[in-house]
């Protein structure tokens, strides 16, 4: 009965399964451990941050350049506040506002970029508090440059003058006339009465969408490998049948018909 398997158009079918079956479950089994390893990275990236806010503050060149390791670290840096910027559509504990960005002049001829606190509603010059006047020395939150677009950064252009979109060097090249370090710091304490902005978990650290696909691709690839299986039960079966059909000398329009008198719903 089961002869018909070793058929070279059942061989194909079979050969076919054999392999689609391992490669879904690799490929989904690949897709979980990436998930997995993401949720392992926030987890970690947020025990790091909660722990960088307690720990000393140290010099800002022994922390560059900022990866995951060092991303929300306390750094310490001294210079003269120069250029201004407002960093617009920001949320802080569910309120949209602004963040106020101040470059630091250091002593290496670099600036770095320094956020001094948040202000709720639209981004005003005029609500700005101006930055301290002489040489200042300032502690807060090591964070690496931001990419437009991801982590709730705004990715728009065209915006008028004096404010960013993002945190980074590329993007604030040319509105101020100093070279920049590709980094940034949160202060631990708002400046001039302004809200402390949080440091945040290093990009691709966290339980974003990208996780999140990644979870969806699993269930996607297990559910491909499940309907492998149940195709090839249900061609087996349709030979089967076929088989038994022939044995009984029906024709396959006779097979139709005996089974719709048997079973009028065709089941």
């Not at 391992?22 to 392992?40: A, D, N």
């Not at 996607?220 to 000398?249: I, K, P, T």
């Not at 006779?254 to 719903?265: C, L, N, T, Y």
Request: glycine share 10%; net charge neutral.
């Amino acid at each position: 009965m089961y002869r018909f398997l070793l058929t070279p158009r059942w061989w194909g079918i079979n050969v076919f399964v054999l392999l689609a079956i391992p490669i879904c479950i690799f490929l989904g089994s690949w897709q979980l451990s990436r998930f997995e390893g993401r949720v392992q990275d926030h987890r970690t990236a947020t025990e790091q941050v909660e722990a960088g806010s307690k720990e000393a503050a140290r010099p800002l060149a022994e922390l560059l350049p900022v990866d995951k390791a060092t991303s929300g670290r306390r750094a310490t840096a001294t210079g003269r506040y120069g250029e201004q910027l407002l960093v617009p559509d920001r949320d802080l504990d569910g309120k949209r506002g602004f963040y106020v960005l101040t470059l630091l002049r250091t002593g290496s001829g670099k600036a770095l970029p320094v956020v001094r606190g948040w202000l709720p509603g639209s981004a005003d010059a005029a609500k700005a508090p101006a930055a301290p006047t002489g040489e200042v020395t300032v502690t807060g939150a090591l964070q690496a440059s931001e990419t437009p677009g991801d982590n709730g950064v705004n990715a728009q252009g065209g915006l008028p003058r004096g404010q960013t979109a993002a945190i980074s060097a590329a993007s604030l090249v040319n509105l101020v006339p100093y070279r920049l370090y590709d980094a940034w710091i949160t202060l631990d304490k708002g400046d001039s009465g302004m809200t402390a902005v949080p440091a945040a978990a290093p990009d691709n650290t966290g339980l974003d969408l990208k996780a999140f696909q990644n979870l969806g691709y699993t269930g996607e690839w297990f559910v491909f490998a499940g309907f492998v299986v149940f195709m090839w039960f249900r061609l087996l079966r349709r030979e089967l049948e076929f088989l038994r059909d022939a044995e009984l000398g029906l024709t396959p329009d006779e097979a139709g018909e005996s089974r719709s008198v048997a079973d009028p719903s065709g089941v």
